[in-house]
Nanobody, 119 residues
Framework: VQLVESGGGLVQPGGSLRLSCAAS????????INWVRQAPGKGLEWVSG????????VYAVSVKGRFTISRDNAKNTMYLQMYSLKPEDTALYYCARDIRDGGGILDAWGQGTLVTVSS
């Protein structure tokens, strides 16, 4: 099982970024997948989740209306489109496989991609 995030970088407040999570080693289309972030010096914060078929999505209050999660099961890839970025969105962003179909049991994680929002 492997999850590889990409797309992070430095962006100014108000800017946009799209993160990707490429999966391999398992049947991607069978699993609920989440984005989780960790800001410098802070704990893990769940950001968003998407069902196996992509039909159900949920968001943390802190990102709702600004972030959009999606997936392409044909490409074994999940995305997080981020708009109107704020300095408080600065964090290491991880994708994580959920073995409880949205129940929050995350058994596989990527290495993370760093997003820095700063002027």
């Amino acid at each position: 099982v492997q999850l590889v995030e990409s797309g992070g970088g430095l962006v100014q407040p108000g800017g946009s970024l799209r993160l990707s999570c490429a999966a391999s080693g398992f049947t991607f289309s069978n699993y609920y997948i989440n984005w989780v972030r960790q800001a410098p010096g802070k704990g893990l914060e769940w950001v968003s989740g998407i069902s196996s078929g992509g039909g159900n999505t949920v968001y943390a209050v802190s990102v709702k209306g600004r972030f959009t999660i999606s997936r392409d099961n044909a490409k074994n890839t999940m995305y997080l489109q981020m708009y109107s970025l704020k300095p408080e969105d600065t964090a290491l962003y991880y994708c994580a496989r959920d073995i409880r179909d949205g129940g929050g049991i995350l058994d596989a994680w990527g290495q993370g991609t760093l997003v820095t929002v700063s002027s």
